[in-house]
């Protein structure tokens, strides 16, 4: 019941609004600031590797420190041109509707590789708001660009998919 009334109701998809908007905000004002202040990563993902989350049993996300140790700090100039361009561009989507759902799954997967670097913040909201606006489907896009692009996307695939057939 619930997710039909974030999936198909107008004043959900008004509600979803604001809150795209709110978290698109946010996201763009924090790609903005890295893409004009000097981002670097490399301290961050150092500091990560070395102090891992740690439960009672060691080290919770083992798997999360060997790919910081072995892909993400010798790759940390990919990093910082990755992390301020994907903030940026997740809030831009976020904020005009244009693929909104594609643009929260990528904040989404940057909240969790914050998280997974021992970092909270403000994080786990973060995620809540994201997960609603993911679960909302194409409605909460329905008041922003999506409403022509995916149809234009829809219509394209269609085409490709015959000319596939023919």
């Not at 969790?112 to 194409?138: K, Q, R, W």
Request: proline fraction near 4%; hydrophobic fraction near 50%; aromatic fraction near 14%.
């Amino acid at each position: 019941m619930f997710n039909n009334f974030l999936r198909e109701n107008k004043i959900a998809a008004a509600l979803l609004t604001v809150l795209r908007i709110y978290l698109g905000y946010a996201w763009l004002t924090a790609g903005w600031g890295k893409i004009t202040g000097g981002f670097d990563a490399t301290g961050f993902l150092k500091g990560a590797a070395a102090n891992p989350v740690a439960g009672p049993n060691g080290i919770v996300y083992g798997w999360y420190v060997s790919f910081l140790k072995a892909f993400a700090i010798p790759n940390a100039e990919l990093f910082n041109v990755l992390i301020p361009w994907g903030e940026f561009l997740v809030g831009l989507g976020l904020i005009l509707g244009c693929l909104t759902t594609a643009a929260m799954f990528f904040g989404l997967v940057m909240n969790f590789s914050f998280m997974l670097a021992g970092t909270v913040s403000h994080n786990p909201t973060d995620i809540l708001m994201g997960f609603i606006i993911l679960v909302a489907g194409v409605n909460a896009g329905k008041y922003g660009l999506d409403r022509y692009v995916l149809p234009f996307i829809r219509k394209a695939a269609t085409k490709k998919e015959h000319q596939i057939q023919s």
